[in-house]
């Protein structure tokens, strides 16, 4: 008998049997995709360019397979394609499923009511036309605007990850701001904890209630793991952006078999864009992408390891 | 010479045409949708569920043409319908432009860096293919995240409405939280002030920089009003979530001909989904819809009179 899908038991299974963390970001900047790609300019509305996306994208997951845990595509990139761009984001992921690949969509949905139920039930419910197995979520409209996103992690495995504190420079603005002497991001996380402890899983305790916790700000890290223990942190940052792959999993926890897990570390533009897969040539592309990914990945093996 | 398009002179233009602010929502909740406009179950993944969520929105449409100055609708059920959703919104922004109605896209989009851009560009720029009047944004990333948004309305005259009140049972769980002696959500508004003073309309004084101000907290209005003078208030929660007309234009101001002004007045589900359209007779929904709709844009319009 199979067991139901939850995906923290996933995620962390396929970490362990990888020996690292590495979260594969898929964010197609158009002004980016190598010429190997494109013909000519890349425009928004522009159905060549659709199409130079997705044989860039394509042929990216497929160097993926094998090398990472999950892939996590940037909403935004695929939204500014127009009506095209969602197709295309629906065939990602169909391409993602047939590589073994976990598929995070970093959307960051929020809303109220039956509209943030719709949303949940958009990319969470597994019968869904954009079904992914886990999303990323706004927190600024209160805690009941999160429970149709919790209640798909109930009933359907899927994963939900909160934006607790982000990496960009004014993330601090609303953030950080003291609230009865704690920042309001370690009082939203701690809030978060019913949550944690409804959604764990049965063969890793660890939960499909994730966070967001930005690289950039490591010391922040001990004290989001300290009122969340079981969450999965996506730690964006590392890489192109600037964090060590030390610092990326600071909020990490010793494993069973002694190493550090509890979350995935992003690389987009990193693994994406490396200066070498500027060529031309195909099988040097490949080789540029190839590269960029392994060293990502035993930068973070190391990292992790025990 | 044509004046460049200015999202707010616009609308506060047709606003005082009409007489009242009115703006009607989009919710084409799939378990709604009227028996006139489906045959049988309506399901996300369907093709016949987008027909008939086309025919019905179509014909809701219609009916709002000269009845209300902007339209408000609501990604999260479009999104639920997959790919083909995203090109049904892209239908339904062009035929509310050959009904001469204003569209607001209520999308709550936020995130950081190129990911904001992306997404400004998406939705804000006049060449892209889901291109809108104006867009709803999350402020929790900070206020470098909103800058691509205050970007393009700077740029193309496009208007933006920040999340700084919402009318949900758990808004205030991060909204109100006190920060040196002010609630979180009026510590915002003020950090906007900067930006609404830019996006100023050169014919009415009235701002494209916007906020989302809930019905439901009336008393919370005049506030965020002294702190954003000129800014468009978006107000949802009018109608069917309980608020009464003269609530939900608590924080407007006297316009110059005596009448108050500064924002929309949002109402979904009242006028979409009234319950004499229930009907299968074609001519008898339309009558219902007609006779929401104008009741709906009378108590406004007397909530608003000097």
């Known amino acids: 008998m199979t067991q139901p899908f939850h995906f923290a038991d996933a995620l962390i299974g396929r970490v362990r049997e990888l020996g690292h963390p590495l979260c594969v970001g898929l964010d197609p900047h158009l002004d980016r995709i190598p010429p190997l790609f494109r013909e000519g300019g890349m425009k928004p509305g522009d159905p060549r360019s659709v199409e130079a996306v997705r044989a860039f994208v394509f042929a990216f997951i497929d160097r993926i397979e094998g090398r990472a845990a999950v892939v996590k595509p940037q909403s935004a990139l695929f939204e500014q394609l127009g009506p095209a761009g969602a197709g295309l984001l629906a065939e990602v992921v169909e391409r993602c499923r047939q590589r073994g690949l976990l598929v995070l969509l970093d959307a960051k949905r929020g809303d109220i009511g039956s509209s943030a139920d719709a949303y949940a039930r958009a990319y969470l419910e597994p019968d869904s036309p954009l079904a992914v197995e886990a999303l990323t979520v706004n927190p600024y409209l209160g805690r009941d605007t999160l429970e149709p996103f919790v209640q798909r992690s109930r009933d359907c495995g899927r994963g939900v990850f909160v934006l607790v504190r982000t990496s960009n420079p004014g993330a ?112 040097t592309w490949e080789q540029a992408i190839d590269a960029a990914l392994d060293q990502a990945a035993s930068e973070l093996g190391e990292a992790v390891s025990g």
Chains 1, 2 share one sequence.
């Open 172 to 283: 601090g603005d609303l953030q950080d701001l003291e609230v009865k002497g704690a920042p309001l991001f370690l009082s939203l996380a701690r809030s978060l904890a019913s949550f944690e402890e409804e959604l764990r899983g049965p063969q890793t305790g660890w939960s499909s209630l994730g966070v967001v916790v930005g690289a950039t700000w490591p010391e922040e890290h001990q004290a989001v793991r300290e009122a969340l223990p079981h969450s999965l942190f996506l730690v964006p940052g590392y890489g192109a952006q600037g964090a060590t792959a030390a610092e990326a999993v600071r909020g990490f926890t010793e494993g069973p078999s002694g190493g550090r897990e509890g979350g995935i570390v992003n690389s987009s533009r990193g693994v994406m864009f490396p200066e070498a897969a500027l060529s031309e040539d195909a099988s």
